[in-house]
């Protein structure tokens, strides 16, 4: 499966201000979701929870629509549903059934709802949770996986007014400026993205060891990027300012090596390496092995004449294999 978006769906119950009402629709972030890509592709499925009368209540939508089920699984007798009153000045307010702690309870569980079994194939996983940090974990040992790029709600649970202002520094360290609206009681944040500033954090790549891992100095390191991307948006407003750390490169990096190399981009049982060798120059990918490949960093030097008019670059002197100091390949 192409694309896998890992959620649960409710069936919402719409009154209008004028008194009308929809009866039970098929809602929910993450079936909006799911439909908004089976737009452009059938190669979408939806993974997670669900109540045992799903069906009554969405049936007919779900076949029309030609929905892969094959993701729905069952881990409760009732589905979540929901009642949504609209008023007249655009408010509104919902009531949830059978309460919040059901809905969350059949949001997609990794473990429960298998979601390992979509991810080998899969483009892009959509996820919709708002705090819960065991669930990331989930993901991003997935992510690490698989090379599947993620894509993640912030939910309305998380932009409550106490968070907002968390959630507004984040934006505008990405460029994002208020656009000008005649409707006073809402802001719009807009960014130009035709030419994204990216500012590369691997500064860590260049701190000795034990410093580079001393909370301390990453810290620093972490204030003075903010800094720095701070000054960026200051210095050209309303530009997007994308902020990619090392990490971020190297997964990439590692899963280009490893399609070159013809093997796996993750350890494998038994261990089987290519026919290559992988040998980093310089500061990247210190201290990273790829995977089922022999990694060997190249050392080099500057030796220059002696009277400094040019240099060549040369073998690093004395870096013999058991000496001190020696990089054996790893593999």
């Not at 699984?73 to 589905?79: A, E, G, I, W």
Request: charged fraction near 25%.
């Amino acid at each position: 499966m192409k694309y896998v978006v890992a959620g649960n769906a409710a069936a919402d119950c719409i009154t209008f201000a004028d008194g009308t009402s929809t009866g039970f629709l098929p809602g929910g972030a993450s079936l909006f979701a799911l439909t908004g890509i089976q737009l452009w592709t059938d190669e979408v499925i939806l993974c997670g929870g669900f109540g045992e009368d799903y069906m009554d209540h969405m049936g007919e939508w779900l076949l029309r629509n030609r929905i892969n089920r094959s993701g729905f699984h069952v881990r409760d007798p009732k589905n979540p549903l929901n009642y949504m009153y609209y008023r007249d000045e655009g408010s509104w307010d919902t009531k949830t059934v059978y309460g919040n702690e059901h809905y969350d309870m059949l949001s997609c569980d990794p473990e429960k709802d298998r979601l390992r079994d979509f991810l080998p194939d899969a483009a892009g996983l959509c996820v919709f949770r708002g705090e819960d940090p065991d669930f990331y974990r989930q993901i991003f040992a997935l992510k690490a996986e698989f090379p599947f790029k993620l894509c993640w709600e912030i939910k309305g649970n998380f932009a409550v007014p106490e968070k907002m202002s968390a959630v507004r520094e984040i934006l505008d360290l990405q460029g994002f400026v208020p656009a000008p609206l005649t409707d006073r009681g809402h802001e719009l944040l807009t960014v130009d993205m035709r030419r994204p500033i990216v500012l590369t954090r691997n500064i860590e790549t260049s701190i000795k060891a034990p410093l580079n891992a001393n909370p301390r100095v990453l810290g620093a390191v972490s204030l003075a990027h903010r800094r720095l991307q701070k000054a960026l948006t200051e210095m050209y407003p309303g530009c997007l300012v994308l902020s990619m750390s090392a990490g971020v490169v190297y997964q990439r990096l590692l899963r280009r090596i490893a399609a070159c190399n013809g093997v796996p981009p993750r350890p494998v049982e038994p261990r089987t390496l290519g026919e290559c060798i992988c040998v980093p120059f310089g500061k990247i990918l210190r201290g990273v092995a790829v995977p089922n490949t022999v990694t060997k960093t190249l050392h080099t030097d500057k030796v220059y004449q002696p009277d400094l008019s040019s240099y060549a670059v040369e073998a690093y002197q004395l870096l013999l294999p058991g000496r001190p100091g020696a990089d054996h390949p790893r593999l």
